[in-house]
């Protein structure tokens, strides 16, 4: 059975930091691509990020390039998501999500970290 | 970037009645198009994708249809899990996007 699950969030200040982490289990790490999707409270869902299965490739939303930078450890099962400079408008629940072999639809998903950029 | 619309941004539906839930893409998504089904304090639930593929598990009630740049999602008679939001999504180009929702309450 698939696992996703998600850690790291929490409050901080306006230009702050956070690193999110996603443990994958129960599927063959390395052979997905893996994406981080966002869902602001009280509203829809926005794809934020996503790498490569080897990490070869990283794609962002316009809305967090430059400031998120996505990476994977396939050693460790870990998809991470460096969140830096964050703004009031990053406050969110963070998904990890697993795309299917067959193309980017999210077959899986983890339960979410909330960020909240408050000061 | 693929801006997805959906509509209506709420459906009022009773009981084993049919729901019929639009997306629409600004540009032509092919049949690239996935819909996921949400209820509240959970993660999304994939429940279509190829615009007509039910996903592993999901009850033939669902049904989705549609090419280019108009989907939709049937529900041909609504159970009471059903009620939820709904969101479709392009997965035709980068970025991907999702549209807005439409939520599917009892009426």
């Known amino acids: 059975e698939v696992q996703l699950v998600e850690s790291g969030g929490g409050l901080v200040q306006p230009g702050g930091s956070l690193r999110l982490s996603c443990a994958a289990s129960?599927?063959?790490?390395?052979?997905?691509?893996m994406s981080w999707v966002r869902q602001t409270p009280g509203k829809g869902l926005e794809w934020v990020s996503a790498?490569?299965?080897?990490?070869?490739?990283?794609f962002y939303a316009d809305s967090v390039k430059g400031r998120f930078t996505i990476s994977r450890d396939n050693s460790r099962n870990t998809l991470y998501l460096q969140l830096d400079s964050l703004r009031g408008e990053d406050t969110a629940l963070y998904f990890c999500?697993?795309?299917?072999?067959?193309?980017?639809?999210?077959?899986?998903w983890g339960q979410g970290t909330p960020v909240t950029v408050s000061s | 970037e693929v801006v997805m619309t959906q509509s209506p941004a709420t459906l009022s539906v009773s009981p084993g009645q049919r729901a019929t839930l639009s997306c629409r893409a600004s540009?032509?998504?092919?049949?690239?198009l996935a819909w996921y089904q949400q209820k509240l304090g959970q993660a999304p639930r994939l429940l279509i994708f190829?615009?007509?593929t039910r996903a592993t598990g999901i009850p033939a009630r669902f049904g989705g249809s549609g090419s280019g740049t108009e989907f939709t999602l049937t529900i041909s008679s609504l159970q009471s899990e059903d009620f939820a939001v709904y969101y479709c999504?392009?997965?035709?180009?980068?970025?991907?996007?999702f549209g807005g929702g439409t939520k599917v309450e009892i009426k």
């Open positions: 190829g615009a007509s």
């Open positions: 999504q392009q997965y035709n180009n980068w970025p991907l996007t």
């Open positions: 129960g599927f063959t790490f390395s052979r997905f691509a």
């Open positions: 999500a697993k795309p299917s072999v067959g193309g980017n639809w999210f077959e899986s």
């Open positions: 540009q032509s998504v092919a049949s690239n």
């Open positions: 790498t490569g299965g080897g990490g070869g490739y990283t």
